[in-house]
Protein backbone atom coordinates (compact mmCIF):
# COMPACT_ATOMS: atom_id res chain seq x y z
CA UNK A 1 0.00 0.00 0.00
CA UNK A 2 2.51 2.31 1.12
CA UNK A 3 4.36 2.47 -2.42
CA UNK A 4 1.79 2.55 -4.57
CA UNK A 5 1.76 5.75 -6.55
CA UNK A 6 -0.88 8.26 -5.61
CA UNK A 7 -4.05 9.26 -7.74
CA UNK A 8 -6.38 11.93 -7.14
CA UNK A 9 -9.54 13.10 -9.41
CA UNK A 10 -12.44 15.13 -8.14
CA UNK A 11 -15.88 15.96 -9.73
CA UNK A 12 -18.03 18.59 -8.80
CA UNK A 13 -21.49 17.92 -8.24
CA UNK A 14 -23.62 20.71 -9.62
CA UNK A 15 -25.40 19.44 -12.77
CA UNK A 16 -27.20 16.19 -13.18
CA UNK A 17 -24.48 13.82 -14.29
CA UNK A 18 -24.47 13.16 -18.37
CA UNK A 19 -22.54 10.31 -20.32
CA UNK A 20 -19.51 12.89 -20.03
CA UNK A 21 -18.78 12.78 -16.76
CA UNK A 22 -19.39 9.10 -16.83
CA UNK A 23 -17.31 8.10 -20.02
CA UNK A 24 -14.56 11.73 -19.86
CA UNK A 25 -14.17 10.78 -15.91
CA UNK A 26 -15.08 8.11 -14.15
CA UNK A 27 -15.17 5.15 -16.30
CA UNK A 28 -11.39 5.95 -16.97
CA UNK A 29 -10.45 5.84 -12.58
CA UNK A 30 -12.01 2.43 -12.21
CA UNK A 31 -8.61 0.62 -13.52
CA UNK A 32 -6.38 2.50 -11.97
CA UNK A 33 -7.65 1.26 -8.86
CA UNK A 34 -5.48 -1.75 -7.82
CA UNK A 35 -2.30 -0.29 -8.97
CA UNK A 36 -2.65 3.13 -7.50
CA UNK A 37 -4.04 4.16 -4.24
CA UNK A 38 -6.56 6.81 -5.12
CA UNK A 39 -8.64 9.15 -3.63
CA UNK A 40 -12.00 9.88 -5.73
CA UNK A 41 -13.53 13.41 -3.96
CA UNK A 42 -16.43 14.86 -4.63
CA UNK A 43 -15.52 18.45 -4.82
CA UNK A 44 -18.68 20.23 -3.59
CA UNK A 45 -16.68 23.46 -2.21
CA UNK A 46 -16.14 24.30 -5.40
CA UNK A 47 -19.47 23.56 -7.19
CA UNK A 48 -20.60 26.93 -4.74
CA UNK A 49 -18.63 29.32 -6.85
CA UNK A 50 -21.82 29.20 -8.86
CA UNK A 51 -24.90 30.02 -7.44
CA UNK A 52 -26.05 26.30 -6.01
CA UNK A 53 -30.21 25.41 -4.58
CA UNK A 54 -28.87 23.81 -1.37
CA UNK A 55 -31.51 20.79 -2.14
CA UNK A 56 -30.05 19.75 -4.80
CA UNK A 57 -26.49 20.32 -4.04
CA UNK A 58 -27.48 17.78 -0.84
CA UNK A 59 -28.72 15.56 -3.62
CA UNK A 60 -26.09 15.90 -6.33
CA UNK A 61 -23.25 15.39 -3.81
CA UNK A 62 -24.87 12.05 -3.17
CA UNK A 63 -25.52 10.79 -6.80
CA UNK A 64 -22.01 11.83 -7.48
CA UNK A 65 -21.10 9.15 -5.13
CA UNK A 66 -23.30 6.81 -6.53
CA UNK A 67 -22.29 7.20 -9.80
CA UNK A 68 -18.45 6.38 -8.65
CA UNK A 69 -19.78 3.15 -7.42
CA UNK A 70 -21.86 2.61 -9.79
CA UNK A 71 -19.39 2.60 -12.33
CA UNK A 72 -16.95 0.55 -10.56
CA UNK A 73 -15.20 2.42 -8.02
CA UNK A 74 -14.86 0.18 -4.91
CA UNK A 75 -14.93 1.87 -1.30
CA UNK A 76 -12.81 -0.84 -0.42
CA UNK A 77 -10.07 -0.30 -2.66
CA UNK A 78 -10.31 3.79 -3.01
CA UNK A 79 -10.74 6.75 -0.76
CA UNK A 80 -14.09 8.20 -1.83
CA UNK A 81 -14.89 11.27 -0.04
CA UNK A 82 -16.64 14.73 0.41
CA UNK A 83 -14.13 17.50 -0.06
CA UNK A 84 -16.21 19.96 2.68
CA UNK A 85 -15.76 16.95 4.96
CA UNK A 86 -12.07 17.25 5.17
CA UNK A 87 -11.39 20.88 6.48
CA UNK A 88 -7.38 20.67 5.62
CA UNK A 89 -8.36 21.35 1.99
CA UNK A 90 -9.58 24.92 2.73
CA UNK A 91 -6.73 25.37 5.24
CA UNK A 92 -3.78 24.51 2.64
CA UNK A 93 -5.81 26.47 0.12
CA UNK A 94 -5.33 29.58 2.13
CA UNK A 95 -1.42 28.91 2.61
CA UNK A 96 -1.26 28.59 -1.18
CA UNK A 97 -3.42 31.14 -2.26
CA UNK A 98 -0.36 33.78 0.23
CA UNK A 99 2.01 32.24 -3.00
CA UNK A 100 -0.42 32.51 -6.36
CA UNK A 101 -0.16 35.85 -8.25
CA UNK A 102 -3.04 37.72 -9.37
CA UNK A 103 -1.50 37.29 -12.74
CA UNK A 104 -1.30 33.80 -12.24
CA UNK A 105 -5.15 33.25 -11.69
CA UNK A 106 -6.00 36.71 -14.08
CA UNK A 107 -4.02 33.88 -17.23
CA UNK A 108 -6.71 30.69 -16.65
CA UNK A 109 -9.25 30.38 -19.38
CA UNK A 110 -11.68 28.88 -17.09
CA UNK A 111 -11.71 32.22 -15.33
CA UNK A 112 -12.10 34.24 -18.38
CA UNK A 113 -14.74 31.82 -19.55
CA UNK A 114 -17.02 32.19 -16.94
CA UNK A 115 -16.26 36.14 -16.72
CA UNK A 116 -17.79 36.18 -19.99
CA UNK A 117 -20.64 33.73 -19.15
CA UNK A 118 -21.97 34.94 -15.75
CA UNK A 119 -21.55 38.29 -15.16
CA UNK A 120 -23.84 38.60 -12.37
CA UNK A 121 -22.00 36.39 -10.42
CA UNK A 122 -18.21 37.39 -10.28
CA UNK A 123 -17.30 36.22 -6.73
CA UNK A 124 -13.62 35.81 -5.58
CA UNK A 125 -14.08 31.52 -5.30
CA UNK A 126 -14.12 31.69 -8.87
CA UNK A 127 -10.87 33.38 -9.31
CA UNK A 128 -9.42 31.43 -6.52
CA UNK A 129 -10.73 27.80 -7.95
CA UNK A 130 -7.50 26.87 -9.25
CA UNK A 131 -6.14 27.32 -5.71
CA UNK A 132 -7.97 25.37 -3.59
CA UNK A 133 -7.48 22.58 -6.61
CA UNK A 134 -4.37 22.22 -6.20
CA UNK A 135 -4.52 22.34 -2.32
CA UNK A 136 -7.24 19.11 -3.30
CA UNK A 137 -3.49 17.42 -5.36
CA UNK A 138 -1.01 18.16 -2.97
CA UNK A 139 -2.62 17.46 0.32
CA UNK A 140 -2.23 13.75 -0.32
CA UNK A 141 0.85 13.94 -2.01
CA UNK A 142 -0.84 12.94 -5.35
CA UNK A 143 1.77 11.60 -8.40
CA UNK A 144 -0.85 12.08 -10.65
CA UNK A 145 -3.82 13.32 -11.48
CA UNK A 146 -6.22 12.15 -13.89
CA UNK A 147 -8.10 14.85 -15.92
CA UNK A 148 -9.74 16.47 -19.00
CA UNK A 149 -7.44 18.73 -21.43
CA UNK A 150 -9.57 21.44 -19.98
CA UNK A 151 -7.95 20.84 -16.48
CA UNK A 152 -4.45 21.15 -17.92
CA UNK A 153 -3.52 24.55 -17.11
CA UNK A 154 -5.25 24.45 -13.26
CA UNK A 155 -2.53 21.30 -12.91
CA UNK A 156 -0.19 23.49 -14.04
CA UNK A 157 -0.41 25.63 -11.49
CA UNK A 158 -0.24 23.17 -8.75
CA UNK A 159 2.70 21.68 -9.90
CA UNK A 160 4.32 25.71 -9.80
CA UNK A 161 2.89 26.03 -6.34
CA UNK A 162 4.11 22.79 -5.18
CA UNK A 163 7.78 23.50 -6.57
CA UNK A 164 7.46 26.78 -4.79
CA UNK A 165 6.81 26.12 -1.74
CA UNK A 166 9.58 22.82 -2.05
CA UNK A 167 11.97 25.50 -2.90
CA UNK A 168 11.06 28.49 -0.44
CA UNK A 169 11.29 25.90 2.57
CA UNK A 170 12.31 22.17 1.71
CA UNK A 171 11.41 19.24 0.04
CA UNK A 172 7.20 19.25 1.10
CA UNK A 173 4.84 18.37 -1.66
CA UNK A 174 4.96 15.55 -4.68
CA UNK A 175 5.16 17.48 -8.01
CA UNK A 176 2.28 16.04 -9.62
CA UNK A 177 1.79 14.85 -13.36
CA UNK A 178 -1.43 15.19 -15.32
CA UNK A 179 -2.88 11.80 -16.64
CA UNK A 180 -4.88 12.86 -19.96
CA UNK A 181 -5.99 9.66 -22.11
CA UNK A 182 -4.88 8.80 -25.39
CA UNK A 183 -8.17 8.32 -27.08
CA UNK A 184 -10.61 11.83 -26.66
CA UNK A 185 -9.50 13.31 -23.20
CA UNK A 186 -12.65 14.83 -23.07
CA UNK A 187 -16.53 13.78 -24.60
CA UNK A 188 -18.12 16.88 -26.56
CA UNK A 189 -21.72 18.25 -26.70
CA UNK A 190 -23.35 16.22 -29.56
CA UNK A 191 -24.90 19.77 -31.33
CA UNK A 192 -21.61 21.97 -30.78
CA UNK A 193 -18.62 19.54 -30.76
CA UNK A 194 -16.32 22.41 -29.87
CA UNK A 195 -17.29 22.52 -26.25
CA UNK A 196 -17.56 19.60 -23.51
CA UNK A 197 -20.52 17.93 -22.92
CA UNK A 198 -22.23 19.19 -19.76
CA UNK A 199 -25.66 19.88 -18.27
CA UNK A 200 -25.73 23.46 -18.52
CA UNK A 201 -25.76 23.38 -22.33
CA UNK A 202 -28.62 25.24 -23.82
CA UNK A 203 -29.22 22.58 -26.04
CA UNK A 204 -30.93 19.22 -24.41
CA UNK A 205 -29.80 17.32 -27.80
CA UNK A 206 -26.48 18.35 -26.67
CA UNK A 207 -26.20 16.15 -23.97
CA UNK A 208 -26.97 12.52 -23.03
CA UNK A 209 -28.14 12.02 -18.97
CA UNK A 210 -27.59 8.79 -17.19
CA UNK A 211 -30.97 8.88 -16.62
CA UNK A 212 -32.05 9.34 -20.17
CA UNK A 213 -34.56 6.74 -21.20
CA UNK A 214 -33.25 4.24 -24.21
CA UNK A 215 -35.59 6.20 -27.21
CA UNK A 216 -34.19 9.34 -25.90
CA UNK A 217 -30.56 8.36 -26.15
CA UNK A 218 -31.45 7.10 -29.83
CA UNK A 219 -32.61 10.01 -30.63
CA UNK A 220 -30.15 12.12 -29.40
CA UNK A 221 -27.50 9.87 -31.25
CA UNK A 222 -29.49 9.91 -33.85
CA UNK A 223 -29.66 14.05 -33.83
CA UNK A 224 -25.98 14.86 -33.19
CA UNK A 225 -24.27 16.90 -35.62
CA UNK A 226 -21.94 15.44 -38.08
CA UNK A 227 -21.19 17.00 -41.73
CA UNK A 228 -21.64 16.25 -45.56
CA UNK A 229 -18.29 14.32 -45.92
CA UNK A 230 -20.08 11.13 -45.38
CA UNK A 231 -16.99 8.68 -43.99
CA UNK A 232 -16.63 7.56 -40.21
CA UNK A 233 -12.66 9.33 -39.87
CA UNK A 234 -11.25 10.49 -36.42
CA UNK A 235 -9.69 14.06 -37.87
CA UNK A 236 -10.11 17.34 -36.66
CA UNK A 237 -12.32 18.39 -39.62
CA UNK A 238 -15.17 16.36 -38.88
CA UNK A 239 -14.89 17.43 -35.01
CA UNK A 240 -18.85 16.01 -34.50
CA UNK A 241 -17.87 12.40 -36.17
CA UNK A 242 -14.54 12.64 -34.40
CA UNK A 243 -16.49 12.54 -30.73
CA UNK A 244 -18.92 10.15 -31.65
CA UNK A 245 -15.82 7.55 -32.62
CA UNK A 246 -14.78 8.35 -28.80
CA UNK A 247 -17.83 7.47 -27.18
CA UNK A 248 -17.74 4.28 -29.46
CA UNK A 249 -14.45 3.37 -28.93
CA UNK A 250 -13.96 4.75 -24.78
CA UNK A 251 -17.56 2.28 -24.13
CA UNK A 252 -16.07 -0.71 -26.53
CA UNK A 253 -12.36 -0.22 -26.02
CA UNK A 254 -12.19 -0.75 -29.80
CA UNK A 255 -9.22 1.19 -31.53
CA UNK A 256 -10.28 3.95 -33.14
CA UNK A 257 -8.78 2.51 -36.46
CA UNK A 258 -10.75 -1.10 -36.37
CA UNK A 259 -13.98 0.84 -35.99
CA UNK A 260 -13.21 3.49 -39.01
CA UNK A 261 -12.14 -0.18 -40.88
CA UNK A 262 -15.97 -1.52 -39.60
CA UNK A 263 -17.86 1.72 -41.23
CA UNK A 264 -15.93 2.27 -44.32
CA UNK A 265 -18.41 1.27 -46.50
CA UNK A 266 -21.60 2.54 -44.54
CA UNK A 267 -22.81 6.02 -43.98
CA UNK A 268 -23.72 7.73 -40.70
CA UNK A 269 -27.04 6.15 -40.39
CA UNK A 270 -25.71 2.85 -39.49
CA UNK A 271 -23.13 3.78 -37.27
CA UNK A 272 -25.19 6.59 -35.22
CA UNK A 273 -27.37 2.99 -34.90
CA UNK A 274 -24.83 0.86 -33.82
CA UNK A 275 -23.40 3.48 -31.23
CA UNK A 276 -26.61 4.22 -29.85
CA UNK A 277 -27.36 0.83 -28.94
CA UNK A 278 -24.10 0.86 -27.79
CA UNK A 279 -24.75 3.42 -25.61
CA UNK A 280 -27.93 2.24 -24.06
CA UNK A 281 -26.28 -1.20 -23.18
CA UNK A 282 -23.46 0.41 -21.34
CA UNK A 283 -25.65 2.72 -19.47
CA UNK A 284 -28.28 0.10 -18.83
CA UNK A 285 -25.93 -1.72 -15.75
CA UNK A 286 -24.91 1.49 -14.39
CA UNK A 287 -28.30 2.86 -13.72
CA UNK A 288 -29.45 0.34 -12.22
CA UNK A 289 -26.67 0.22 -9.56
CA UNK A 290 -26.93 3.60 -9.25
CA UNK A 291 -30.52 3.84 -8.05
CA UNK A 292 -29.88 0.66 -5.88
CA UNK A 293 -27.11 3.23 -4.06
CA UNK A 294 -29.31 6.13 -3.85
CA UNK A 295 -31.93 4.09 -2.25
CA UNK A 296 -29.18 3.24 0.22
CA UNK A 297 -28.84 6.44 2.29
CA UNK A 298 -27.41 5.07 4.76
CA UNK A 299 -24.44 3.14 3.40
CA UNK A 300 -23.77 6.08 1.35
CA UNK A 301 -23.61 7.45 4.63
CA UNK A 302 -20.96 4.69 5.55
CA UNK A 303 -18.67 5.35 2.72
CA UNK A 304 -18.57 8.91 2.93
CA UNK A 305 -17.65 8.64 6.60
CA UNK A 306 -15.32 6.15 6.35
CA UNK A 307 -13.81 8.09 2.95
CA UNK A 308 -13.41 10.91 5.31
CA UNK A 309 -11.78 9.54 8.39
CA UNK A 310 -9.29 8.07 5.83
CA UNK A 311 -8.36 11.14 3.94
CA UNK A 312 -8.35 12.87 6.79
CA UNK A 313 -5.25 10.98 8.25
CA UNK A 314 -3.23 11.89 5.24
CA UNK A 315 -4.28 15.42 4.77
CA UNK A 316 -3.76 16.28 8.07
CA UNK A 317 -0.18 15.23 7.75
CA UNK A 318 0.73 17.29 5.09
CA UNK A 319 -0.95 20.30 6.32
CA UNK A 320 1.04 19.62 9.81
CA UNK A 321 4.04 19.82 8.07
CA UNK A 322 3.02 22.62 5.68
CA UNK A 323 1.94 24.87 9.06
CA UNK A 324 5.26 23.97 10.59
CA UNK A 325 7.59 25.02 7.66
CA UNK A 326 6.21 28.18 7.52
CA UNK A 327 6.10 29.33 11.11
CA UNK A 328 3.06 28.68 12.66
CA UNK A 329 3.47 27.28 16.25
CA UNK A 330 1.83 23.96 16.65
CA UNK A 331 -0.88 23.45 19.32
N1 LIG B 1 -11.87 21.39 -11.51
C1 LIG B 1 -12.18 20.02 -11.78
C2 LIG B 1 -13.27 19.97 -12.86
O1 LIG B 1 -14.10 20.84 -12.95
C3 LIG B 1 -12.69 19.31 -10.54
C4 LIG B 1 -11.63 19.20 -9.50
C5 LIG B 1 -11.55 19.88 -8.33
C6 LIG B 1 -10.49 18.37 -9.57
N2 LIG B 1 -10.43 19.52 -7.63
C7 LIG B 1 -9.76 18.60 -8.37
C8 LIG B 1 -10.02 17.47 -10.53
C9 LIG B 1 -8.56 17.94 -8.13
C10 LIG B 1 -8.80 16.81 -10.28
C11 LIG B 1 -8.09 17.07 -9.09
O2 LIG B 1 -13.29 19.01 -13.60
Known amino acids: ME ?8 VQPSGDL ?8 V ?7 DEYDCYYCVVDLHSITVPQDPKNLRRRTLEVMALYMAAGIDPNKSTIFIQSHVSSHIELSWVLGTMTY ?62 RFNNKYSDTFIVPEPMISKVGARIMDLQDPTVKMSKSGDNENGYILL ?26 EQPGVKNLLTIYSKI ?10 KYRDKGYKEFKIDLADI ?9 EKYLEYMNDKKYLEKVYKDGAAKA ?8 RKVYKKTGFIPR
Open 279 to 287: IVEELKPIR
Open 211 to 236: MDAPDTIRRKIKRSVTDSMNRVKYCD
Open 18 to 25: TLGNYLGA
Open 102 to 163: LGELNRMTQFKDKIQKNEKNLNSGLFTYPVLMAADILLYQTDLVPVGDDQKQHLELARDLSQ
Open 27 to 33: KNWVALQ
Open 312 to 319: EKVARKTL
Open 252 to 261: TGEKIENIEE
Open 3 to 10: DKKVIFSG
